[in-house]
């Protein structure tokens, strides 16, 4: 395997030395979007909006915006979605294969989102000119002699009764791997396509002596159950004990800070951080420079981007797009500044609304963070709680406190004399004894906002905090166990009572 690890990691740098300079952001945006547009022109979604005229236009962007709307995920499948699985060139050409199940992360039903052929090639595109950005970092060849664990949703897809498969974005893609991947993927196939999850995590246990594990992707809360099942299950003190090449994880779908520690714990020798977004809408950005979890936007890969200011300019003071916001292209944006990101891609979408808050870290090359999802953003009575905000005061809690505060929910409820409170809970070992004081006092350094509702309509705050166990069970409880599943950090007042009586249950 040596000679593989140098001509792999010796290819790589060829590869990246060889790629030609690439075209400014702005130029690249509007060849995206001339492409897009010209490939769905005789789709029903492009006639009826007339993209055969738009590509005509002087200025292509400022015509396309004039003609089509903004779209979130209710008005794209009532009006457009719905139809693609019984007729042909809907917002794409064709039909697509598959339907990826959202993680739900933003209503109580799961969302369907459109899979075509030239949409699973991008993300393989924007997943190699990942694996190409390595040579940016000083990896040894051992890491290019490894194999990769991918702790997916279950690759065992769901045929609906038009003869579609159904499944989350993560099993779509493992379920369409060629089958050379089997040289380097891990747990492979076989056991990715067992449905239960801990079932899954069982069998990657039991078959985790036997892998060389250079690399690992997944959602951080579900990959360090399972690392720390594997160390359960063969009494280990490290996972570098049975993967002593483990240098990379590419995590993703939530932000890691909060997970940071506890992935420190369990490894014995410094592993690097990768962020990715990849989403059921596209595989967005990744990580490309060492020294930084920021990503770089895959400009050049079938996506088109747009950005509405997450502010009064935007949104609403209840998280809400305003009927006519402020857009701006990728010549527009400023470093600092959030955003609610648009997108346009060869999956048939078209001016969506993802439903996530982005910061650009850097212009050249363009590179963000994702602060949040515009659901997180708690204003119920002018708190103004961004989950960034929110994350900061939490993290700065578990230092004070000594322990890890991994997950946390908090939702804006009325007391028994009808005022406004938030409540939270923390999935931590913490006493709970002064714990509120103590966020209250945070929350109030870290948002201005916060400190000002304090002092008006928002009373109190109240903090409980449950165990890790008790967490897992009640995701089991509510079918949410595995995969890609993120909880939703913000929640309504009648999902908090919900779990409210679930913890509360004898």
């Not at 299950?233 to 090449?245: A, T, V």
């Not at 808050?357 to 515009?374: A, N």
């Amino acid at each position: 395997m040596a000679i593989i690890g140098k001509l792999v990691k010796a290819g790589i740098d060829i590869k990246a030395k060889l790629q030609s300079e690439e075209d400014s952001p702005e130029n690249s945006q509007e060849h995206q979007l001339r492409e897009l547009l010209t490939q769905a022109k005789n789709t029903a979604f492009g006639k009826y909006y007339g993209f055969g005229e738009i590509l005509k236009a002087e200025d292509l962007i400022t015509a396309y915006r004039k003609e089509v709307p903004i779209f979130n995920y209710d008005k794209m499948h009532k009006l457009w979605w719905c139809r693609q699985e019984r007729l042909e060139d809907i917002t794409w050409p064709g039909k697509p294969d598959f339907f990826a199940k959202s993680s739900g992360t933003t209503g109580n039903n799961s969302k369907l989102i459109p899979i075509t052929n030239d949409f699973l090639a991008s993300m393989k595109s924007v997943g190699a000119s990942m694996i190409n950005s390595l040579h940016e970092f000083d990896f040894p060849e051992s890491l290019f002699e490894s194999e990769v664990l991918m702790l997916s949703s279950s690759a065992s897809l769901e045929k609906n009764q038009q003869g579609f498969r159904e499944g989350e974005i993560s099993g779509i893609n493992v379920n369409n791997f060629p089958d050379w991947f089997d040289i380097f993927f891990r747990p492979g196939k076989v056991i990715a396509s067992i449905s239960d999850w801990d079932e899954r995590v069982d069998a990657i246990a039991e078959q985790a002596p036997s892998w060389n594990i250079g690399a690992i992707a997944g959602i951080p809360s579900w990959v360090l159950l399972m690392l720390r099942r594997i160390i359960d299950r063969h009494h280990l003190s490290s996972i570098h004990e049975i993967w002593p090449n483990f240098q990379v994880y590419a995590s993703g779908g939530v932000a890691f800070e909060t997970y940071r520690e506890d992935f420190e714990a369990i490894c014995s020798i410094p592993i690097t951080i990768l962020d990715t977004y990849l989403a059921s809408e596209g595989f967005i950005a990744y990580t490309c420079t060492p020294g930084t979890m920021a990503m770089k936007l895959a400009l050049n890969h079938g996506y088109f981007f747009e950005f509405i200011p997450f502010d009064d300019r935007g949104i609403s003071d209840s998280g809400e797009l305003l009927s006519e916001p402020l857009v701006l292209g990728i010549n527009e944006v400023n470093v600092g500044e959030e955003y609610v990101l648009l997108l346009s891609s060869c999956a048939g979408a078209w001016r969506y609304t993802i439903g996530d808050v982005i910061r650009f870290e850097s212009l050249d090359p363009p590179q963000i963070k994702i602060t949040g999802r515009t659901k997180f953003f708690l204003n119920v009575v002018g708190s103004q709680l961004s989950e960034e905000k929110m994350d900061t005061a939490i993290l700065e809690l578990a230092e004070i406190m000594g322990k890890t505060i991994n997950e946390y929910m908090v939702a804006a409820m009325k007391n028994e004399a009808g005022e406004y409170i938030h409540q939270w809970i923390l999935v931590s070992e913490l006493d709970s004894m002064g714990l509120a004081e103590k966020l209250d006092k945070l929350l109030k350094e870290v948002n201005k906002n916060y400190a000002v509702a304090r002092s008006k309509a928002l009373k109190n705050i109240s903090v409980k905090v449950i165990s890790k166990g008790q967490y897992t069970n009640y995701l089991s409880q509510t079918n949410k166990k595995g995969g890609q599943t993120k909880t939703p950090k913000v929640m309504k007042a009648e999902k908090m009572a919900e779990l409210l009586a679930f913890i509360n249950q004898p």
